[in-house]
């Protein structure tokens, strides 16, 4: 079975921060790409930093310079970072898993956890 499950989440001001988690479980979880997703209310999922193979990484525009994406693989774990925190960034976050650095190929999911940002 395949687990992803995300945590950290939760209420800050605008200006503030959050450490996401994501810890990954019945996968070899170094043989698949990795990815933060979110989904503002009433928007569609967006990718919103990603590990790329050799390690390149990307982010969204609207969130470089403030999001930072991490893996620590002896934990199997996925880390987003966030900073300096917008309403804008108000959504439902997910980590997700696939055999491509796509967000159409994403097909390990976790539940997600909320972000609201005021």
């Known amino acids: 079975d395949v687990q992803l499950v995300e945590s950290g989440g939760g209420l800050v001001q605008t200006g503030g921060s959050l450490r996401l988690s994501c810890s990954v479980s019945?996968?070899?979880?170094?043989?698949?790409?990795l990815m933060w997703i979110r989904q503002p209310p009433g928007k569609e999922r967006e990718s919103v930093a990603r590990l790329a193979r050799g390690g390149t990484i990307f982010y969204a525009a609207s969130v470089k310079g403030r999001f930072t994406i991490s893996q620590d693989t002896s934990k199997n774990t996925l880390y987003l970072e966030m900073n300096s925190l917008n309403v804008s960034d108000t959504g439902v976050y997910y980590c997700g898993a696939g055999p491509y650095c796509s967000l159409s190929y994403i097909n390990i999911w976790g539940q997600g956890t909320q972000v609201t940002v005021s």
């Open positions: 019945g996968i070899t979880f170094s043989n698949y790409y």
